[in-house]
């Protein structure tokens, strides 16, 4: 019998350490540095409640950790949860946890990236109710936006279009009235990208385009900017709006250009140029599918530096799906290889929405 049956999980730890020692790990989740020595040699296992705790300090998927040490995944994203509820007590934590849930979303965990932004926001939101001065009200309104701007994206990648608006526009509207009274520009225009990306995909492109330009022109930072301005994109492009779509694309590919963009923030330029891409398919432009080849080379290099964003092939094998449905509508072989990488991929990490649309077209096309 081994006498190390827990060695997947202790690689595991190993990995995810980088320069944290053992005994700071141990001492913030409140185990012995010698049960945490146990977990890294692999002769016993974490509990589900620690590895819940694990899953955030050290930035992994918690599934992937439950697998590794033999546990039920989703009870120990549970764990994470009620974790959370009792660590943040300042603002700086709240700015680690919005570092992790940005990880949890990217290493294709949304569904605990949603659970973190939820109970940062469910406790950020309150603390800018309080009648203070703007400045000192600022700092907690950056935070309680950026927490609701994580949820959004969250949400929209892993749920149903009515919950986009059910979830989050109500707190966007209540933060967008606090933000007018300080005259902050970031968690006013975090807002406007939440709202036009909530009636994007709900495909109210109309009234989409009002608030994403809203947001385009209010936010500086550039991933926060790209996300807007690609559901601009796409807006435009389902309108017909081949003026509009071309204003908004130059803006793009502006924001691409002059951006200081880490190895990790590339996927938010892979997740731009396949709306660019899919939005030319959608004009008729021949170019289409050569921008969604760029696309998808720019994102093995982000996964060959260590990024998996796994949403982002999912949703370049919707953008190709579409865009070969109109260019290439009798090649029913490539329609429905496509579509199958697609939908395995969707079904693979629970991107429910995507997967649902990709298994929509193929039937249309295939029936």
Not at 174 to 203: F, M
Not at 267 to 272: K, M, S, Y
């Amino acid at each position: 019998m081994s006498t190390r049956p827990y060695s997947a999980m202790g690689q595991l730890l190993l990995e995810s350490m980088g320069q944290r020692g053992q005994e700071e790990i141990a001492s913030r989740i409140g185990v012995s540095q010698g049960a945490f020595s146990r977990w890294v040699t692999g002769t016993s296992r974490p509990s589900a409640r620690h590895l819940g705790q694990l899953a955030i300090e050290l930035n992994r998927d918690a599934h992937e950790l439950a697998a590794a040490a033999r546990h039920d995944g989703d009870t120990v994203a549970r764990f994470a949860g009620r974790y959370l509820r009792s660590r943040y007590r300042d603002l700086d934590e709240a700015e680690r946890f919005l570092a992790w849930c940005y990880q949890a979303r990217i290493n294709g965990d949304p569904n605990l990236a949603l659970e973190i932004a939820a109970h940062l926001t469910e406790w950020l939101v309150p603390l800018t109710q309080w009648d203070g001065p703007p400045r000192a009200m600022e700092p907690m309104l950056l935070l309680a936006s950026r927490a609701l701007y994580e949820s959004a994206i969250a949400i929209e990648e892993t749920t149903s279009r009515s919950n986009i608006t059910d979830r989050a526009t109500p707190i966007s509207r209540q933060l967008h009235e606090i933000a007018k009274y300080c005259r902050c520009s970031e968690p006013s225009g975090l807002v406007y990208s939440i709202v036009g990306n909530a009636h994007y995909t709900q495909e109210l492109h109309s009234k989409a385009v009002h608030e994403l330009e809203m947001a385009v022109d209010m936010l500086k930072r550039p991933d926060q900017r790209l996300w807007a301005v690609r559901a601009l994109i796409l807006s435009r492009a389902y309108l017909r709006d081949r003026t509009g779509f071309h204003k908004a694309e130059r803006i793009a590919l502006r924001i691409i250009e002059s951006g200081r963009f880490t190895e990790a923030a590339l996927e938010h330029v892979v997740h731009t140029m396949e709306g660019i891409g899919r939005g030319q398919g959608l004009l008729g432009m021949p170019q289409a599918l050569d921008t969604l080849e760029a696309a998808t080379k720019l994102y093995d290099s982000v996964v060959a530096a260590g990024v998996r964003a796994p949403i982002r092939p999912v949703q370049m094998a919707r953008s190709r799906l579409e865009v070969i449905r109109l260019q290439h509508p009798r090649d029913v072989g490539l329609i429905e290889q496509v579509g199958q990488e697609g939908l395995k991929a969707a079904r693979q990490f629970g991107y429910v929405r995507h997967g649902g649309i990709i298994e929509q077209i193929l039937q249309e096309r295939l029936n």
